[in-house]
């Protein structure tokens, strides 16, 4: 599974933007997919995932990391093609670069639950 995540840009403070993230081929139907991100120096870290899928999990599930709660949505369109992440209240310390993941183990914060990477998608905000 080819993962391409898109929609990064510069923006100022206070500010927002939106990120996708597509599946070469294939849609992300049982899948869940997450978002993360990773700054110069740092290590990546969990920003949002959501799944959903038939069986155990009835309807979507979400799931956030502290630092973007009430700022950021995660979501995907109605035919699992494509899954966003809207980043609104941008702060200059969410400065990174952002890559999408897909895993069928289920909604997680750990990077080794996805099996699927894209390549990221690079998000500066300016103070």
């Known amino acids: 599974v080819q993962l391409q995540a898109s929609g990064g840009g510069l923006v100022q403070a206070g500010g927002s933007l939106r990120l996708s993230c597509t599946a070469s081929g294939r849609t992300f139907g049982g899948y869940a997919v997450g978002w993360f991100r990773q700054a110069p120096g740092k290590e990546r870290e969990f920003v949002a995932a959501?799944?959903?899928?038939?069986?155990?999990?009835?309807?979507?599930?979400?799931r956030y990391a502290d630092s973007v709660k009430g700022r950021f949505t995660i979501s995907r369109d109605n035919d699992w093609s494509t899954v966003y992440l809207q980043m609104n209240s941008l702060k200059p310390e969410d400065t990174s670069v952002y890559y999408c993941?897909?895993?069928?183990?289920?909604?997680?914060?750990?990077?080794?639950?996805?099996?699927?990477w894209g390549h990221g998608t690079l998000v500066t905000v300016s103070s």
């Open positions: 993941a897909a895993g069928t183990r289920g909604i997680s914060a750990v990077t080794g639950m996805y099996d699927y």
């Open positions: 959501i799944s959903w899928g038939e069986g155990f999990w009835s309807g979507d599930r979400t």
